[in-house]
C-alpha cells in the first residue's frame, strides 16, 4: 500500500479509509465537550445501546429457533431500552462531533456519526414493526434488521475506537477543544 501522502505512525498498514497524523497521535488529545468531573459520558453511554440492540439480535435468533414468544417479548424491551439509550449516547456524541474540529476532519468522525445514526432509524423500524404483535415481525424482517443493527455497530465501535486512541479525542487531560 502506498503511504507516502500520509503520515502512518506508528502503524503502516492502516487501511485507506483511515487516516493518521503523527501529531494527533503524540500529543495530549482533545477533552470531550460533554464531562463530569473531566470524564466524557459518551463513552460510558454507549455500552447500554450497543448491549441491549445486539441483545436483541440474540433474542431474535432465541425466538427464531424457539418460536417462544417470550423472546418476541424481550426483543421489544431490549429494542425499546436499547433505542432510548441509543438517542441519549447520540446526544453527547453530537456534541462532541459539532464542538470538536479534529472530530469533523476524519472519516472515522463521519463514518461513526453516519453508522450509528443508521442504527438508531433501523431500531426504530424494527420497534414499530413490532407493536401490535411482535411476533408477526420477527421473521425474517425483525431478524435480519437486528443482524444488521449489530454488525452496523461493531463497525461504528470501531471507528469511535479510532477516534478515541488514534486521534485522541475525549481523553482526560489539559487541551485544547477547538483542534
Known sequence: METNQRNTAPFPNI????????????????????AVAGHPLHPVLIVFPVAFLVGAAGTDIGYWLTSDPFWARASVWLIGAGFGAGILAGITGFLDFFKIKRVRERSAGWLHMGGNVTVLVLSLINLVLRQGNPETAIVPTGLAISIVVA?????????????????????????????
Open 15 to 34: 487501511p485507506p479509509i483511515l487516516e493518521t497524523d503523527d501529531r494527533e497521535y503524540l500529543d495530549g488529545g482533545i477533552v470531550s465537550t460533554v
Open 151 to 179: 454488525a452496523l455497530l461493531g463497525a461504528t465501535g470501531w471507528f469511535g475506537g479510532e477516534l478515541s486512541f488514534r486521534h485522541k479525542v475525549g481523553v482526560i487531560g489539559p487541551t485544547s477543544r477547538n483542534q
